[in-house]
């Protein structure tokens, strides 16, 4: 049984498949506490579901593509079995996991989509860098930025564990807190550090444009 808070079907509004549309299933509860959480409501509400009446529930929407995320998804134990199961059944399956739990154990099948937590967040110290040596080709990891400090925060991080050689990298500005254009301007200064730049992708939160950013379920 796993405690769902919402189920819907939407534009994927981040990641390299930002722009496509897709089914999302956000599992609830989460671990951890970020300054710039937008989906608190995520934290304990919910409704059960066993992994059946989540395929039951998806089958409604014409579409191939599907987000497990939260909440922190890999709070439910059970998330590995939905997740195995929606391979299982054909579907392309994203991960949007925050980097504190475990990966190992997901299907390999799944394309993980991890966000490291920078400084601003407040959970920095929570990160789980075994992860990294979990992660595979086709996967991507996220860093939402706040301010300059968490961008060379992301930057040494990058350039320390060789992420862009690897693995998608995603940079986001923190909504209504970072404009996009000062983000854009980092990335595409001379001084980026360690010479990063043409290495990373940056990404605003699409779904955040085209709808009111308060509304649930797009």
Same mark, same amino acid.
């Given at each position: 049984?796993? *405690?769902?808070?919402? /189920?819907?079907?939407?534009?994927? @509004?981040? %990641?390299?498949?930002?722009?496509?549309?897709?089914?999302?299933?956000?599992? !609830?509860?989460?671990?951890?506490?970020? %300054?710039?959480?937008?989906?608190?409501? &995520?934290?304990?509400?919910?409704? +059960?579901?066993?992994?059946?009446?989540?395929?039951?529930?998806?089958?409604?929407?014409?579409?191939?593509?599907?987000?497990?995320?939260?909440?922190?998804?890999?709070?439910?134990?059970?998330?590995?079995?939905?997740?195995?199961?929606?391979?299982?059944?054909?579907? !392309?399956?994203?991960?949007?996991?925050?980097?504190?739990?475990?990966?190992?154990?997901? +299907?390999?099948?799944?394309? /993980? /989509?991890?966000?490291?937590? !920078?400084?601003? %967040?407040?959970?920095?110290?929570?990160?789980?860098?075994?992860?990294?040596?979990?992660? *595979?080709?086709?996967?991507?990891? *996220?860093?939402?930025?706040?301010?300059?400090? +968490?961008?060379?925060?992301?930057?040494?991080?990058?350039?320390?564990?060789?992420?862009?050689?690897?693995?998608?990298?995603?940079?986001?500005?923190?909504? @209504?807190? $970072?404009?996009?254009?000062? $983000? &854009?301007?980092?990335? $595409?200064?001379?001084? $980026?550090?360690?010479?990063?730049?043409?290495?990373?992708?940056?990404? /605003?939160?699409?779904?955040?444009?085209?709808?009111?950013?308060?509304?649930? @379920?797009?």
């Amino acid at each position: 049984m796993l *405690k769902v808070n919402e /189920i819907f079907y939407s534009i994927q @509004g981040e %990641s390299s498949f930002a722009g496509l549309p897709c089914i999302f299933i956000r599992l !609830t509860y989460c671990n951890l506490r970020c %300054s710039y959480c937008d989906t608190e409501y &995520a934290f304990f509400r919910g409704k +059960d579901y066993t992994v059946e009446s989540i395929l039951t529930e998806i089958k409604k929407y014409n579409c191939n593509l599907i987000e497990v995320t939260g909440g922190e998804p890999l709070v439910q134990n059970e998330s590995l079995e939905l997740m195995k199961a929606l391979c299982d059944g054909g579907y !392309t399956v994203l991960l949007e996991t925050g980097g504190s739990l475990p990966i190992k154990d997901v +299907d390999k099948r799944v394309r /993980i /989509i991890m966000d490291l937590k !920078t400084p601003s %967040s407040g959970m920095a110290k929570k990160n789980d860098y075994a992860n990294f040596e979990h992660l *595979k080709e086709g996967d991507e990891i *996220k860093f939402v930025i706040g301010d300059e400090p +968490d961008f060379l925060w992301a930057t040494n991080v990058l350039h320390k564990n060789k992420l862009a050689d690897k693995f998608t990298v995603l940079f986001s500005p923190v909504y @209504g807190k $970072l404009e996009p254009v000062k $983000l &854009a301007e980092w990335i $595409l200064s001379d001084n $980026l550090p360690f010479s990063l730049a043409g290495k990373i992708r940056m990404q /605003i939160q699409m779904h955040k444009y085209i709808w009111d950013p308060e509304m649930r @379920g797009v």
